[in-house]
T-cell receptor, first 112, second 114 residues
Framework: SQTIHQWPATLVQPVGSPLSLECTVEGTSNPNLYWYRQAAGRGLQLLFYSVGIGQISSEVPQNLSASRPQDRQFILSSKKLLLSDSGFYLC???????????FGPGTRLTVL | AQSVAQPEDQVNVAEGNPLTVKCTYSVSGNPYLFWYVQYPNRGLQFLLKYITGDNLVKGSYGFEAEFNKSQTSFHLKKPSALVSDSALYFCAVRDYTGRRALTFGSGTRLQVQP
């Protein structure tokens, strides 16, 4: 069966510090991968998606970037965090473009 | 552009009563529709989906959803609510073309009272 991991689970970082969140998927190959941010426990905003190694599409301009160095690894990064980057970050995968997405447990990021 | 509306921020229902969480959508062409549930500080869990075929879709934990093309709705239902169903529910949609990712509604908090 497939599983998706995210770490760390929680993170507290000062403004201006760098960020690296990691997501890995097991039990499948060539998944579509997604990064979402959820603010205030409600709506999800798609940040990035990837259909293959090195292929990243950005949905909104922002202070963040994403990379996919391996087939089942997706990394969310920032060089300098802003207060507005605080939130709950969710990674998801799907097999193909039209199938349901499966979400990881999330990372709670607090920028102080 | 595709969009999803969940008109109720919160739905309250007594345990054992039927529940409905509403969702309406707007897409170009035929939609793919999904329901997810989120428990506090957790990721989203997939409940069910509509792609094509029977308008009544059955999913996990006794939930079902009814696709209504004329009303562009995909309401989530359960015949008998449990206290453990209390959570945040999201409807999502994507169309056959264009964006590769889902568009999510703003979420509806379901509170089941014992």
């Amino acid at each position: 069966s497939q599983t998706i991991h995210q770490w760390p689970a929680t993170l507290v970082q000062p403004v201006g510090s760098p960020l690296s969140l990691e997501c890995t998927v097991e039990g499948t190959s060539n998944p579509n991968l997604y990064w979402y941010r959820q603010a205030a426990g409600r709506g999800l905003q798609l940040l990035f998606y990837s259909v293959g190694i090195g292929q990243i599409s950005s949905e909104v301009p922002q202070n963040l970037s994403a990379s996919r160095p391996q087939d089942r690894q997706f990394i969310l990064s920032s060089k300098k965090l802003l207060l507005s980057d605080s939130g709950f970050y969710l990674c998801a995968w799907s097999k193909g473009t039209y199938n349901e997405q499966f979400f990881g447990p999330g990372t709670r990021l607090t920028v102080l | 552009a595709q969009s999803v509306a969940q008109p109720e921020d919160q739905v309250n229902v007594a345990e054992g009563n039927p529940l409905t969480v509403k969702c309406t959508y707007s897409v170009s062409g035929n939609p793919y529709l999904f329901w997810y549930v989120q428990y506090p500080n957790r990721g989203l869990q997939f409940l069910l989906k509509y792609i094509t075929g029977d308008n009544l879709v059955k999913g996990s934990y006794g939930f079902e959803a009814e696709f209504n093309k004329s009303q562009t709705s995909f309401h989530l239902k359960k015949p008998s609510a449990l206290v453990s169903d209390s959570a945040l529910y999201f409807c999502a949609v994507r169309d056959y073309t264009g964006r590769r990712a889902l568009t999510f509604g703003s979420g509806t908090r379901l509170q089941v009272q014992p």
